[in-house]
């Protein structure tokens, strides 16, 4: 750390990283391995991603990490491959088989009518080895100490369930997918609600997170490459201006709010960037009656110009 730079500023090398993530790992696991690679304790996530599971992981660094609680991660979009013919107990490759049924005489078409029935707004029983608490407890440990319980439908959005490459070999059949969902929408659980509906079962062997929200494979680094330049995907200012509305300020509206003050509305909905004239972002507002008041200052008066 620089003799100059002072340790407590929390904008310097402040940003979203957006990490391609490699199979095997688990959330928590890049989060480690990006402290040691960013020298810095200061490294959170916004949701998480199964190991098994390749793809975007949304990082926030420094001051960055107070931004992920704000961001709209709403929506998701993954590739993914799907086996009908035999069903395991994780509704993925990773689980136990519990059965194996003859699919070679499903036909495309069957695939498409029960696919069309999973898409849209849909009720959706989560999979049981989900981060979803059940009496205080969460189901997939649950599974894994060989408790018996039960997951009521929760309403999820699939707006987009396309079905791009089919494979037959032996008795199974794999299907490459392409999906877009709401969050809290698993794939597992329709790789698994596909092949039950057609008799067969079925589980997922392939998923790969393209998009978190605004956040695309586009924006992504593996940790290899991370290593290679440590350093954030998008700096604090430009994880702002992608990811949230702009409101462009006067100076005398930046100190004002800088030092916690509030400004007029404007009428723009939701969490929106306050932009100084110099192009820093200095604070995420959101609009209540008269005024429009911070929920996040990212550049207090105490750190103006560090």
Request: proline share 4%; charged share 25%.
């Given at each position: 750390?620089?003799?100059?730079?002072?340790?407590?500023?929390?904008?310097?090398?402040?940003?979203?990283?957006?990490v391609?993530?490699?199979?095997?790992?688990?959330?928590?696991?890049v989060?480690?391995?990006?402290?040691?690679?960013l020298?810095?304790?200061?490294?959170?996530?916004?949701?998480?991603?199964?190991?098994?599971?390749?793809?975007?992981?949304?990082?926030?660094?420094?001051?960055?990490?107070?931004?992920?609680?704000?961001?709209?991660?709403?929506?998701?979009?993954?590739?993914?491959?799907?086996?009908?013919?035999?069903?395991?107990?994780?509704d993925?490759?990773?689980?136990?088989?519990?059965?194996?049924?003859?699919?070679?005489?499903?036909?495309?078409?069957?695939?498409?009518?029960?696919?069309?029935?999973?898409?849209?707004?849909?009720?959706?029983?989560?999979?049981?080895?989900?981060?979803?608490?059940?009496?205080?407890?969460?189901?997939?440990?649950?599974?894994?100490?060989?408790?018996?319980?039960?997951?009521?439908?929760?309403?999820?959005?699939?707006?987009?369930?396309?079905?791009?490459?089919?494979?037959?070999?032996?008795?199974?059949?794999?299907?490459?997918?392409?999906?877009?969902?709401?969050?809290?929408?698993?794939?597992?659980?329709?790789?698994?609600?596909?092949?039950?509906?057609?008799?067969?079962?079925g589980?997922?062997?392939?998923?790969?997170?393209?998009?978190?929200?605004?956040?695309?494979?586009?924006?992504?680094?593996?940790?290899?490459?991370?290593?290679?330049?440590?350093?954030?995907?998008?700096?604090?200012?430009?994880?702002?201006?992608?990811?949230?509305a702009?409101?462009?300020?006067?100076?005398?509206?930046?100190?004002?709010?800088?030092?916690?003050?509030?400004?007029?509305?404007?009428?723009?909905?939701?969490?929106?960037?306050a932009?100084?004239?110099?192009?820093?972002?200095?604070?995420?507002?959101?609009?209540?009656?008269?005024?429009?008041?911070?929920?996040?200052?990212?550049?207090?008066?105490?750190?103006?110009?560090?």
């Amino acid at each position: 750390m620089s003799a100059h730079r002072p340790p407590s500023s929390g904008l310097h090398g402040a940003g979203l990283l957006i990490v391609d993530k490699d199979g095997g790992m688990t959330s928590h696991d890049v989060v480690a391995r990006c402290r040691k690679i960013l020298h810095t304790r200061k490294v959170g996530h916004a949701g998480t991603l199964d190991p098994m599971a390749t793809g975007v992981l949304v990082l926030g660094v420094e001051r960055a990490t107070k931004l992920l609680g704000l961001l709209s991660l709403t929506t998701k979009a993954y590739s993914a491959t799907i086996r009908l013919g035999q069903a395991t107990a994780t509704d993925d490759a990773e689980g136990e088989v519990l059965s194996t049924a003859d699919a070679s005489g499903v036909t495309d078409a069957d695939v498409a009518a029960v696919v069309a029935t999973l898409t849209g707004d849909i009720l959706q029983v989560p999979t049981r080895v989900s981060a979803i608490k059940v009496d205080g407890q969460r189901a997939h440990k649950l599974v894994r100490a060989g408790e018996d319980f039960e997951l009521e439908a929760r309403p999820v959005t699939v707006e987009r369930f396309d079905v791009t490459a089919s494979r037959r070999h032996d008795s199974f059949v794999d299907l490459d997918v392409e999906v877009e969902c709401s969050s809290g929408t698993y794939v597992r659980a329709l790789a698994r609600d596909l092949g039950a509906a057609l008799g067969v079962g079925g589980h997922l062997t392939a998923l790969r997170r393209t998009r978190v929200g605004p956040f695309t494979l586009e924006h992504a680094r593996t940790l290899e490459q991370l290593a290679e330049n440590p350093a954030v995907s998008l700096d604090i200012d430009q994880a702002c201006r992608t990811a949230f509305a702009h409101r462009p300020i006067s100076a005398e509206e930046a100190e004002s709010i800088s030092q916690g003050r509030w400004l007029d509305p404007v009428g723009i909905p939701g969490t929106y960037a306050a932009i100084a004239p110099d192009g820093s972002t200095i604070a995420l507002l959101q609009e209540k009656g008269r005024r429009a008041s911070s929920v996040m200052v990212v550049r207090p008066a105490t750190l103006r110009g560090l």
